[in-house]
Nanobody
Framework: QVQLVESGGGLVQAGGSLRLSCAAS????????MGWFRQAPGKEREFVAA???????YYADSVKGRFTISRDNAKNTVYLQMNSLKPEDTAVYYC?????????????????WGQGTQVTVSS
């Protein structure tokens, strides 16, 4: 079992920044990939960023150059630094853990999910 707890969401003006954190517990953190997804009202959950088990970083085109995913293995935590935020980034953001080395951009690859944290970007 893996438990994931997100934090760091909030309300920010367009152009601002937020850093989301996802604390993991329950299994060896370094052995699995971590991803961030988001879901806006009335829309499907979509891929945002992922860090594979081998260290590769992947981003959705909509966030490339603005968001950065990183992990601190000593703290069992993965981060999503979000800069130059836009109103269209407004969503609930979820972190997820992939223990089976699937395709990191797919929601179906992930075995465990956090409860989500709300990010609201005002114009």
């Amino acid at each position: 079992q893996v438990q994931l707890v997100e934090s760091g969401g909030g309300l920010v003006q367009a152009g601002g920044s937020l850093r989301l954190s996802c604390a993991a517990s329950g299994r060896t953190f370094t052995s699995y990939a971590m991803g961030w997804f988001r879901q806006a009202p009335g829309k499907e959950r979509e891929f945002v960023a992922a860090l594979s088990w081998s260290g590769g970083r992947y981003y959705a085109d909509s966030v490339k150059g603005r968001f950065t995913i990183s992990r601190d293995n000593a703290k069992n935590t993965v981060y999503l630094q979000m800069n130059s935020l836009k109103p269209e980034d407004t969503a609930v953001y979820y972190c997820a853990a992939d223990l089976s080395r699937g395709v990191v951009v797919l929601t179906t690859s992930y075995d465990y999910w956090g409860q989500g944290t709300q990010v609201t970007v005002s114009s």
